[in-house]
């Protein structure tokens, strides 16, 4: 591993943390000895390309993620930003952007850069490659199965509809393994295994791509990224950067989910339960613990690397506050309609508040109306629906319910217990605003639940780099 540059004795050295979100850019300033935070700043991408190809696309334009950026990283400090002495980068996973090697940016705008001949971010909500498509791809070496919205899928369904469009770049990753390439200035793209995992076709366990599997399945393997361990270096900035001199250390980027975890899991005996667009239920697994050789594509859990060779075992929902945001934007639809409007947050806050009022209720929701990867098939459901039970404080209480009783169908509480799981870290930002979805979560765990550390990939980032460089 590099050295890091010597700061003098007098300036204090910074660790930038960076999560690319899958609606906000964070990022944040860590003092690298106390790991003490400094500074931060969130902005969000509205990035969202609205889908008129009727193939199910779910696509965000990466100059408007990349000017969220800048001008988040803008906002710190700039004397402190002189400081840095290193950057790590997470964001979500899954999702594929492709550029051209050496031509991917343009750093022309003084200390920034801007993207120049990439194509749209296809992100891990994409719904274009139906279950009958990925039945057709071979079997991945890999004890994770392959979903639509996995990088590796996206490709092979270029393959299949649009080669031509493969044809015009030559350069492939996440959208954070970009900004590391772009930062770095880098022909191709480094990635962690972290990252490679929910691509699929890469083994964990040897850390390598099935690149037999995919060579004789045709797949284009220039477009395959270069390993690199979690926690390793991708290069030193290019260029002066908001003020970081050049010749600063980036680390390889990261999965903000694992990131997520880092920043809150206190103790080996924690669970975290993360409830923002998505919800994932997660524990760490004994160090010498090893994944099955082959996909169990219906099981409820998977295993993600996590560092140093270990892994989490993951109860990831699709479903989490996606389906809360489409009930509320159903409701505006309704509303427009009949002649009346309310923005987002007011409708949020009388909901809730219709909720508290209503400590239980008979009503049933199944809320997966986007399916689940080990279940694509199962959608959403309302049931035991009767006359006293359609109020919006019956329904809103319904479907907070559902959404636990969704995730713990996936991760059972015996299989807490088994872990020796002692406590629940309960985070993210769905969580945090909704008392009637804190209220469903005390309720659906044995164990206790606390809520001080709240999960931030931004923060989690930064603090493995603290910890590991």
């Given amino acids: 591993m590099a050295d890091l540059p010597v700061q003098s004795a007098a300036m204090s050295a910074y660790t930038l943390g960076i999560d690319i979100g899958t609606t906000s850019v964070k990022v944040v300033l860590l003092e690298t000895d106390s790991r003490s935070l400094v500074a931060t700043h969130s902005l969000p991408t509205t990035s969202d390309i609205v889908d008129s190809s009727g193939i199910k696309a779910k696509e965000q334009d990466p100059d408007r993620i990349i000017d969220a950026l800048n001008r988040c990283v803008a906002l710190l400090p700039r004397d402190k930003l002189q400081g840095v002495s290193s950057i790590g980068l997470s964001g979500q996973m899954h999702g594929v952007l492709f550029w051209k090697a050496n031509n991917g940016c343009d750093w022309s705008n003084r200390d920034s850069f801007t993207p120049r001949n990439t194509s749209q971010l296809i992100t891990w909500e994409d719904g274009r490659c139906s279950s009958h498509f990925l039945s057709s791809l071979p079997q991945p070496d890999s004890h994770l199965s392959v979903a639509t919205g996995f990088g590796c899928a996206t490709i092979f369904w270029y393959m299949n509809h649009r080669p031509e469009f493969l044809e015009d770049f030559t350069v492939a990753g996440t959208i954070q393994d970009y900004v590391v390439s772009m930062l770095c200035g880098l022909d191709i793209c480094v990635m962690t295994p972290q990252n490679a995992a929910s691509w699929g076709f890469f083994n964990t366990s040897s850390n390598q791509w099935n690149t037999d599997i995919l060579k004789a399945a045709g797949f284009p393997l220039h477009l395959l990224p270069h390993c690199v361990p979690s926690g390793g270096l991708a290069g030193n900035t290019c260029s002066d950067w908001h003020g970081i001199p050049a010749g600063r250390p980036v680390a390889a980027a990261l999965g903000d989910f694992q990131c997520s975890v880092y920043s809150c899991m206190s103790e080996r005996t924690d669970a975290v339960l993360n409830i923002s667009t998505s919800a994932q239920l997660t524990f760490a697994l004994p160090v010498d613990f090893k994944p099955p050789d082959s996909p169990q594509p219906a099981s409820s859990i998977t295993y ?55 400590d239980t209720s008979d009503l049933r929701v199944s809320p997966t109306i986007l399916g689940e990867r080990h279940d694509p098939l199962c959608l959403g459901q309302v049931t035991e629906i009767s006359t006293t039970n359609l109020s919006l404080g019956h329904v809103t209480r319904a479907l907070c319910r559902g959404v636990m009783d969704n995730i713990t169908s996936m991760m059972p509480a015996e299989c807490l217990q088994q872990a020796g799981v002692s406590r629940i870290v309960g985070s993210g930002s769905a969580l945090a605003r909704n008392e009637v979805l804190k209220q469903e979560v005390e309720k659906a765990f044995l164990q206790p639940v606390v809520y001080g550390q709240n999960a931030d990939s931004a923060v989690g980032v930064a603090m493995v780099l603290c910890d590991l460089l």
Avoid: H
């Avoid at 929902?317 to 639809?333: C, P, Y």
């Fill in 304 to 358: 993600f690397p996590y560092f140093n060779d270990s892994y989490l075992a993951v109860a990831a929902s699709l479903n989490g506050g996606n389906v809360l945001a489409t009930f509320v934007k159903m409701l505006r639809a309704w509303m427009k309609d009949l002649g009346a409007e309310l923005s987002d947050s007011c409708l949020y806050e009388k909901l809730i508040n219709c909720a508290l009022n209503q």
